[in-house]
């Protein structure tokens, strides 16, 4: 199992430029998140995903959009990017009741930055 | 809204014991969960309490007491490898984790 994966790894943008980062799961869980986390700072929610077609808003979800047209999958969209969005963004997956602690499980981030 | 409070840095030395405190205000409270990230690294999960009382992993436990909203995760015997950040989290409806700042632990010889 390759777990939670994230391409790509690195990015870097100029100021109104759009990309997507795609996250893949192949733990077949139904829960998928996408968070930001800035230099020293804990992780901030901006969309997450409780079910394949379904997606809602997290924390931080303004200038970001989501798609989750498959199960394993979670698409993060950034349509006019601006240097407010240079961060490590995270994606991870849960499954609900697989155990009492519903552990989410991280992919291993990617680094954008808006120049 | 949500907060997490907890302390920025601690520094300890190796074989010892520490405690990262975190109090949190909440509202639609299920548990509070703690995990580990290293410098470049992703975070993983340690440690989670859904009720009162200590949780016992190996060499790291976890308390919580709801009714002071308040918990901390306790390492025991330290280890170098132990040097990275810890974060509390408050686990809400649909899974959701809202994280603290983090708390950045220094291991020294």
């Known amino acids: 199992n390759a777990g939670v994966t994230q391409t790509p790894k690195f990015r870097v943008l100029k100021t109104g430029q759009s990309m997507t980062l795609l996250c893949a799961q192949d733990?077949?869980?139904?829960?998928m998140y996408w968070y930001r986390q800035d230099p020293g700072m804990g992780l901030r929610l901006i969309h997450y995903?409780?079910?394949?077609?379904?997606?809602a808003k997290g924390e931080v979800p303004d200038g970001y959009n989501v798609s989750r047209l498959k199960k394993q999958n979670f698409l993060l969209g950034l349509e006019s990017a601006a240097p407010s969005q240079t961060s490590v963004y995270f994606c991870?997956?849960?499954?609900?009741?697989?155990?009492?602690?519903?552990?989410?499980?991280f992919g291993p981030g990617t680094r954008l930055t808006v120049l | 809204g949500q907060s997490l409070e907890q302390p920025s840095e601690v520094t300890a030395v190796e074989g010892a014991i520490v405690q990262i405190n975190c109090t949190y205000q909440?509202?639609?409270?299920?548990?509070l969960s703690w995990y580990q990230q290293h410098d470049g690294g992703a975070p993983t999960f340690l440690s989670y309490?859904?009720?009162?009382g200590l949780e016992e992993t190996g060499r790291f436990s976890s308390f919580l007491s709801r009714s002071d909203s308040y918990g901390y995760l306790l390492l025991q015997e330290l280890q170098m490898k132990d040097s990275a950040s810890y974060f509390c989290?408050?686990?809400?409806?649909?899974?959701?984790?809202?994280f603290g700042g983090g708390t950045r632990l220094m291991v020294k010889p």
């Open positions: 995903s409780v079910g394949e077609g379904t997606t």
């Open positions: 733990m077949n869980h139904e829960y």
């Open positions: 991870a997956s849960s499954q609900p009741g697989e155990s009492h602690t519903d552990t989410q499980y």
């Open positions: 309490n859904a009720l009162d």
């Open positions: 909440t509202s639609g409270f299920y548990g």
């Open positions: 989290a408050v686990r809400r409806a649909g899974n959701m984790l809202t």
